[in-house]
């Protein structure tokens, strides 16, 4: 949450942003390295206990910071370890982040707004409407917190080896606040993870995607699911306003400054939508000639309550697979984790206070059956 007093919260704060708060004050820029560890790799909250500071700084520190942390408000497990948290954000609203542990690693999926102001109309997070952007330290917070509560270890020593913005909301429509993120969890001195294990999920905001190729080319997860501009505009309604040619520019531009396949394409699997042969040729025609810097995953749509899609059956989807990989394209079916607790790819709900009313214009049209907020 946000500091409620004069007090900044050092949470948000990135590594460069930090540095020169530490110099507006006089201090050396050295101290915010030191602090950095405190409150990221230590996870500390009291200034006290930072002992490498002198009593005087950790003294004013005292009068003009703080370290405010989220709050839990629901924990709920899956059959398969999967790990859903449901977090308090202020103002009646909350956000969802998810832990996804495997043999060799442990992703988590964080929130970057809450709701969505976007109306992809396979995800139940668009349904609940648009409250506002989280702040940085929301978005870290949720990081911080995962490590703090998150037993299991990995050899690293670290609870989360892999981050990735695919929870609520588009992050490169909160493009500030998810890079100060970024660069914090990429710092040495706080996370110490690499851009291959840092992944940004867009639905196509092409200015953004430019940005970052240019200031934080890390990992890029594009939301495309669907092979052509009559289909994406109605699935991924933000195609609209950047179509398929000028998106697909803005991945080839992305794809001269990341590491080898640095992007992943997206793409749900919803029976009878998306998911005929002819839709498998139309992504071949699409992402063929880019070789092999592509690679696809597959997702099988995650149904919830309001929605009218179906999943792709299992047999539907390898077929769709197999006839991408025939054509020499890097394609992978992903495994569904989290469903049993709504915490799959598409079910992120959390609760919020919906400013765009568009859970009141869903209703008027008769399309809001049942979905459902969590609440603690």
């Known amino acids: 949450m ?33 602090v950095l560890k405190w409150v990221h790799q230590r996870r500390v909250e009291d200034f006290d206990a930072m002992t490498d500071l002198a009593k005087s700084l950790r003294e004013k520190l005292k009068q003009v910071a703080c370290i405010e942390t989220p709050e839990v408000l629901l924990e709920q497990v899956s059959s398969d370890g999967t790990r859903k948290f449901i977090v308090d954000i202020g ?11 495997e043999d060799d690693r442990a992703t988590l ?22 409250n506002r952007n989280l702040s940085t330290a929301e978005i870290v917070g949720q990081l911080w917190l995962a490590e703090k509560r ?19 909301g588009e992050p490169l429509l909160n493009e500030r606040a998810v890079v100060d993120a970024a660069e914090l969890m990429l710092d040495d001195h706080a996370y110490g993870l690499s851009k291959r294990r840092v992944t940004i999920s867009t639905s196509g905001i092409v200015p953004a995607i430019d940005r970052l190729a240019e200031h934080l080319p890390i990992s890029l997860a594009i939301s495309l699911h669907a092979p052509n501009d009559a289909l994406r505009d109605e699935l991924v309604p933000i195609n609209q306003k950047y179509p398929l040619d000028v998106l697909m520019a803005a991945c080839d531009r992305y794809a001269k400054v990341v590491p080898h396949g640095a992007i992943v394409y997206e793409y749900v699997m919803i029976d009878g939508v998306n998911d005929t042969p002819e839709h498998a040729d139309e992504m071949i025609a699409l992402l063929g000639p880019r070789g092999d810097e592509v690679k696809v995953n597959l997702i099988p749509f995650n149904p919830f309550e309001g929605s009218d899609y179906r999943r792709s059956s299992r047999n539907r989807i390898m077929r769709f697979a197999t006839r991408l990989r025939d054509a020499g394209i890097n394609t992978v079916p992903r495994k569904t984790r989290g469903d049993d607790i709504d915490a799959a790819c598409g079910q992120l709900v959390g609760k919020v206070a919906d400013r765009s009313r568009r859970q009141d214009r869903l209703a008027q049209m008769g399309l809001d059956r049942g979905v459902v907020e969590v609440t603690g």
């Open 91 to 101: 103002g009646g609203n909350s956000v969802e982040m998810v832990y996804i542990p």
């Open 2 to 34: 946000q500091a409620t007093d004069e007090r900044v919260n050092l949470l948000g704060l990135s590594p460069a942003r930090l540095r020169a708060w530490f110099a507006e004050m006089g201090e050396k820029p050295f101290r915010a390295s030191q």
């Open 150 to 168: 998150i037993e299991r270890r990995l050899p690293t020593g670290k609870a989360i080896s892999n981050v990735v913005f695919m929870g609520m």
């Open 109 to 130: 999926c964080i929130s970057s707004q809450v709701g969505c102001s976007l109306t992809c109309t396979f995800c139940s997070t668009g349904r609940q409407g648009f």
